[in-house]
């Protein structure tokens, strides 16, 4: 099992406070003021889609967005589009922190400043390849046992990880729950 | 790119018909060509028009981020086609021919969505689906993954038979007088890669609708049109199509002309392979701007025109396919319901009663609904296609269409299961009520992604159907059945002149900045397969649009008259009453005290029309061509007066006078004293704006200036209602042509104009 185009949501801590449009200037100035490594080329809205992907940062090498998605719950996705070297436990690592730094700077932006926190303890980790990483029982193992150890590297532990689905025409994707709110700061000191 | 590209092709090597894998083989090969630069730019980039990769907003790598022009910085590699970078992600159009999908097709769609694109399948208003985003290097997985499921992006886009459209109620339609389903995939497939249909000067574009007076399969806005209809020949009943060519919207919508009023369904593959010979042969090639085959038909006449395509049809080898599908034909609709039909127990529950009046129809087959599920925008998620696709099988014989107002539609359900129906599509968030009315807003993709747009019509869209389910904007019976249609540009696409209110995008210069603004198109029909084109009757800025559709609905409210349609109200009440009604919604404040109308819909960036330097030194020559184009706009709106009052001749002649008036302002930039005399404003203009290529339009090149030049060799000819709407249709875009080319280049030819005079 390979793991490539990994995608990492971190839920918000208060799901139901802001709109998700509330984001298009905050990506957009990302964009002007390069506020994020990596080539970042426009911004989409989906905010009339009930469960969509809500507002999206289109780049070269991933996605970004602020959405409440299938799950109905409102988080930061971090979606890597292009092909990326290392192995799992790497590549694992790459997405998870990309995702806590841009959920630490989404919520430190102006438009939503006190309203908007994530748990780094609420997780859904998709595997993206439905060819490399199949949604079957072996494979949902393996991919466990690797999410597992890249969560412990960054200091979250006692963590409780969970098939999100098991309809086979879904990704493979976990659930990662644990029993208290993890902050986004003490996990990317980790990671550094 | 994706990783596991390569692996596709051995998962679903034995489940793709052979002649579309090999299809699929040489256009992967073709790409790895071209990426080592061993294949021409423009013969790739033909290529994968024609497997429907198409171009994307900013694949140039240029984008205004609101504050300044930035390259974008792409990896390194040879382009994709002309100013096309490699790795800018791109538009891939799907077709779906008449519309018609199945459970699993719904499924492969929900996996490309996710695996290519961003999460989003759009479906579009010539009932395709587009992903957007897509990278090239993708393009070969994403296109065998469709055809193992039976689906072909083959000519979608390009200079090609495109996706044929029908009704989607065809076969279920009270109305109709048969189902043109089988018809329209036979031609489907039958043209599909046909030799006859490679060598087009232009995209051709094929609608088949089952009769006459509904809208659904707007065959006289197609290059070639059918409408079912029937007679009794010696007792026998024969199925035959009323054919209809030459019609279009684009920039000056045309409609079509009869080229038979009773062709035997025997006869409809032949008919359309010698139209298309006669097309290839004798449409026009070079010019884009006049290669559709209205050109053609309007430049031979219809009897020419049929003349030749009968000759054709006399000398064409005659091809077994011609009639093979007809043998099986069934009687009434190849679907069979899963279940019997049944009848609908009244309902109590208060969210379903709205959803039923407006999404539900009764199928000719008694005891069976058509559910039409309202997608905004003609958006849908992955997790909401599998969703439909289950719904569709535990309730459907597996029977989804798309439709060309950007919905789907699930057929044959039994009415007993409605409610049951009705509650997983409310658990899907697909239950939305009031489909095809003014809730369901359609929208072509604008600025968003398509490259041509000006205006943000998915931005306008998006807030006014926020505003119309929040409450700020009231609907009332009155007008919730109203069609709005809002294009980003000229081009039509979300095909805004058959609209009750219709919109498309256009920019305006105030001061030294932009605003972006919407033209306001009253006048336009829907029913009778696309009746009567809309006329644009004033500019408003973007942001005021709400404003305009809230005037023009409440004096709708207080003054119609008992069962008067919207259309012979605008009609009625006259396009000079209206626009005065809206006219100072037009003055922009400055940029310097209020920005607020400088930005578009859901966009905070600062509008720019692009790479447009902003000039100061040329302030007072901008002010007077300002004046005068606004003169220009002024004698278009004249022209279309005396247009609605059957004045042609004069109509004709005064937006003559537009053109003249908008080219002599342009003049004036460079050549302050140019007399009146048309003839010398006409030589003057070829020579500072037609020969330097100044007043090109990026895309439809040289396109408006030859509006004004043939309406001045034809100045003297009568005109008639046709031709006379036409010549004002041209004068608006020749005034739209030019406030872009003011845009574009009013500092250069200013400066450019001085340099020469000193
Ligand atoms: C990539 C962005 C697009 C470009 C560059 C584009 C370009 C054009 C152009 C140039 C025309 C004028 C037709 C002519 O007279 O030749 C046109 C018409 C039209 N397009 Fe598009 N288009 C785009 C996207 C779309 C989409 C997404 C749809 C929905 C399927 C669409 C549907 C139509 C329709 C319905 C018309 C008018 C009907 C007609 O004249 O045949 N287009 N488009
Ligand atoms: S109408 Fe214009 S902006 Fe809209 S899709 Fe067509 S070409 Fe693009």
Redesign the interface.
Known sequence: MELQHLSVKVYSLAPSAPEVADAIPVFHRWIQEKALPGLWLDVADYSHVPAGPGIQLIGHEAYIRLEQGAEERLGIVFEVREIRDGDNHARLLHALGFAFRAALLLSAAPEFAGRLSFDAGQLLVCAGDRLLARNNAEHAAVFRQELEGALKVLGIASVETKVASTDSRSRLTLSVACGAPVALDAVLSALR | ????ND??SQ?LGPMIREDWAREIDIFETELRLRKQGKFDEKLFAETRLRRGAYGQ??DNGL?H???AQQN???PEAPTKGPMTQW?A?GMMRIKVPYGGLTPQQL?TM??LA??YS???AHVTTRQDFQL??V?IEDAPALMRRLAAVGITTREACGNSVRNVTGCAIAGVCREEAFDISPYARALTFFLLGHQDVQDFGRKFKISFSGCAHNGCGLANMHDLGMVARTRVVDGLTQRGFQVFVGGGLGAVPHSARVLYDFLPVEELLPMAQAVSRVFARLGEKKNRARARVKFLVAKLGDEEFRRLVQEERKVLPSDPRWTAYLTDLPEATEEKPSKPGSALASTTNPEMLPWQKSNVYAQKQEGYSTVTVKL??G??????L?ALADIARRYTPGAIRTTVEQNMVLRWISNSDLPALFAELQAA?LAGAGAEGIRDVVACPGT?TCKLGISAS??LA?EL??RFSSGDMAIDETIERLKIKISGCFNSCSQHHLADLGFYGVARKVGAHTVPHFQVVLGGQWSENGGAYGLPILAVPSRRIPQVIERIADRFRKERQAGETFQLFIKRIGKVSIKQMLDDLTAVPEHASDRSLYSDW????EYSTGDMGVGECAGEVVTRIDFDLAAAEREVFEAQLLLDSGNNDAAAKRALRAMLQAARGLVRLSYLDVPETPAVIIEEFRKRLYDTQLFFDPFAGGKFAHFLFSAFERADEPADQRSAHHRVEEAGLFVEAAHACNLRQGDRIAQSGLAAAT
């Open positions: 790119m994706k990783a596991s692996a596709w998962e907003r900013y984008r981020d609101g504050i974008l910085a792409f790795y992600p499924e929900a996996e996710e695996d961003d999460g989003i957007h985003f990278l905004p925008l958006d849908i998620t992955a997790a909401q599998r968030k968003d998915r931005g998006g159907m926020r859901r966009d905070p960036r």
